[in-house]
Structure formats: structure tokens, C-alpha cells
């Protein structure tokens, strides 16, 4: 039996090179262990769409649903400085996109 090596296209985060990337400049994929994506915002409505919308782009990417382990939210109801921060977190594998190359390899083969 033999082990075959597949190669992933990862950045210095990780993540594959070619991951959908949270598309507001406050939403982040942060580092291990369990890869939180975070959406932070003011309004936890417009927090919960953009998180929304990045699973929506990455199930697509990744040809299958995201493994979300877990959903953390935190919030600051301050007077003048309200914020949420919602926080999936994610599997490390699925954002590394090894399902899909797995998938493309076994298709190469065929």
C-alpha cells in the first residue's frame, strides 16, 4: 500500500490561497485552534447576513456544506459604543479547502 501526498495552496494563515475571504474589512478567518471567522459590526442583523452570505460563497467553493463546530457571539451594549462580534468556528480542514483538492485529486485519477 502505498501513500500518495496532495498538495494544498495554503497562505501563511493556513487557509487555502483561494478561500472566499469575509468581504467587509471588520469580518476576519483567524488563526487555530478551530479557525473562528469572525463578523463584527454594530447591528448583529448585518453581522448575521455577512456570515450568512461567507457560508453561503464557501459552501459553494468548497463543494459541500462548512463544518461550523460552533457559534460564539460577544457583545458590548455600552451606551455610544455598541458592537457584536459573532464568531464560527470553523473546521481547519474544510477552510484549508481538503475536501475539494481531495475530491479534484480522485477526479485526476479516474
Request: aromatic share 6%.
Amino acid at each position: 500500500m502505498s501513500e500518495e501526498t496532495i498538495q494544498l495552496e495554503l497562505n501563511d494563515t493556513g487557509v487555502a490561497v483561494d478561500l472566499p475571504l469575509p468581504a467587509h474589512q471588520r469580518d476576519q478567518v483567524q488563526g487555530v485552534p478551530y479557525r473562528p471567522v469572525e463578523f463584527r459590526d454594530d447591528d448583529l442583523p448585518t453581522a448575521l447576513e455577512r456570515a450568512a452570505s461567507w457560508l453561503r460563497q464557501t459552501q459553494d467553493w468548497l463543494g459541500e456544506p462548512v463544518d461550523v463546530i460552533a457559534v460564539h457571539l460577544d457583545y458590548d451594549d455600552t451606551k455610544g459604543s455598541p458592537y457584536y462580534n459573532l464568531k464560527l468556528l470553523c473546521n481547519d480542514e474544510d477552510l484549508a479547502g481538503v475536501p475539494r483538492v481531495v475530491r479534484e485529486h480522485e477526479a485526476s485519477r479516474e
